[in-house]
């Protein structure tokens, strides 16, 4: 049997991931997010361990972040036989990706305003045609 060391999140922790989940980040990415911060690098296998995520709920953290830019991935050897191992490291400041859905939530809001200032301009018109 192997010993291995694993960082494990803890009440800090929970309280990042709760407060990105409210932000509408996925869980899966917050918590992985939370891991790597902790971390200098960790491959799928220790997240899923430390972290109490299923394997496809990495994978697909682990994608969303690959296509921000937001992760690093490098491929590790075994000893003798079998597949190499992805190792995931992240290589942003935590800042660049609180910046991120600042905007997107920046916009999204916008975006709701601007459409609640169209239906107030499309209810006066047919409040104008209706009275007429």
Do not use: C
């Amino acid at each position: 049997m192997k010993n291995y060391e694993l960082k494990m999140l803890d009440e800090d922790d929970h309280i990042f991931v709760k407060t990105l989940s409210n932000l509408g980040v996925p869980r899966s990415v917050a918590t992985t997010i939370a891991y790597l911060i902790n971390v200098d690098e960790a491959s799928s296998q220790k997240i899923e361990i430390s972290t109490g995520l299923k394997q496809p709920e990495v994978s697909l953290a682990i994608r969303f972040m690959s296509k921000q830019s937001w992760i690093n991935v490098r491929t590790e050897k075994k000893p003798g036989k079998g597949r190499p191992m992805k190792v995931y490291s992240l290589m942003v400041q935590l800042d660049e990706i609180i910046s991120y859905y600042e905007d997107k939530i920046y916009k999204e809001s916008q975006a709701t305003i601007s459409a609640i200032q169209k239906l107030k301009m499309v209810s006066k018109n047919m409040s104008i045609i209706l009275s007429s």
